[in-house]
């Protein structure tokens, strides 16, 4: 079946500028992961969602960072007035249930801001 | 957070075995795991053991793990040239459900 699917692919844009990151979890995978990886560093957790509840959003640097997921299935990672060190790739990742599920990840989004 | 170390880079010949070492802090993990990245591409899911066991192996993967020393390595035999990747070690987060990687290990394989 298919995968995790994240869109788009790369995205530039200015500083002070709104974006959205979309992700398209695998069928049926009721958690949903966000994590953000810098250049050279290993991903780093932004928000867990279970369901269509964020459920842990402690990863998440600031208040200019905002995620939903409405009807369980599809989510929206929102950064407005993006700056400089946002830039990152955003990786996407779902798994069939919560704790201790084994996630699977998505190609991911790579964000660069001028 | 805790911590996950990996050696950065690990350079072998075609053909040769590869060991990649990684070390955790969280004793309350229940999984680990390994994930390659290969360049511009996200993560794919290698393997994992769980917590209980001290050894698994799935084809050309072993995988050790060493609870008392917080250790676990991941070895692939019969090194080819599209093993050439970085390899995140990974540890479930004391929340359950929240991994903690490693800042991966650079594997290069030459002919």
């Known amino acids: 079946?298919?995968?995790?699917?994240?869109?788009?692919?790369?995205?530039?844009?200015?500083?002070?500028?709104?974006?959205?990151?979309?992700?398209?979890?695998?069928?049926?995978?009721?958690?949903?992961?966000?994590?953000?990886?810098?250049?050279?560093?290993?991903?780093?957790?932004?928000?867990?969602?279970?369901?269509?509840?964020a459920a842990d959003d402690s990863g998440l640097p600031n208040d200019r960072f905002f995620a939903v997921r409405p009807e369980g299935s599809v989510s929206t990672l929102k950064i407005q007035r993006t700056e400089r060190g946002d830039s990152a790739v955003y990786l996407?990742?779902?798994?069939?249930?919560?704790?201790?599920?084994?996630?699977?990840?998505?190609?991911?989004?790579?964000?660069?801001?001028? | 957070?805790?911590?996950?170390?990996?050696?950065?880079?690990?350079?072998?010949?075609?053909?040769?075995?590869?060991?990649?070492?990684?070390?955790?802090?969280d004793s309350s993990s229940t999984y680990l795991y390994w994930y390659k990245q290969e360049p511009g591409a996200g993560l794919q899911l290698l393997t994992y053991i769980f917590s209980n066991m001290d050894m698994k192996q799935d084809q050309r993967l072993t995988v050790l793990l060493n609870k008392k020393d917080k250790h676990l390595s991941l070895r692939i035999a019969d090194t080819q040239t599209g093993d050439s990747a970085i390899y995140f070690c990974a540890e479930t987060s004391n929340s359950g459900y929240a991994l903690n990687f490693g800042k991966g290990t650079s594997l290069l394989v030459t002919p």
Do not use: M
Not at chain 1, 92 to 105: D, K, N, V
Not at chain 2, 11 to 18: H, L, Q, T, W, Y
């Open chain 2, 1 to 25: 957070g805790e911590d996950v170390e990996q050696s950065l880079f690990l350079s072998v010949r075609e053909g040769d075995s590869s060991v990649i070492n990684c070390t955790y802090t």
């Open chain 1, 1 to 53: 079946g298919a995968g995790v699917s994240q869109t788009p692919s790369n995205k530039v844009t200015e500083k002070g500028k709104y974006v959205e990151l979309r992700c398209d979890p695998i069928s049926g995978h009721t958690a949903l992961y966000w994590y953000r990886q810098s250049l050279g560093q290993g991903p780093e957790f932004l928000i867990y969602f279970q369901g269509t509840g």
């Open chain 1, 92 to 114: 996407c990742a779902s798994s069939l249930g919560s704790e201790s599920e084994t996630q699977y990840f998505g190609p991911g989004t790579r964000l660069l801001v001028l």
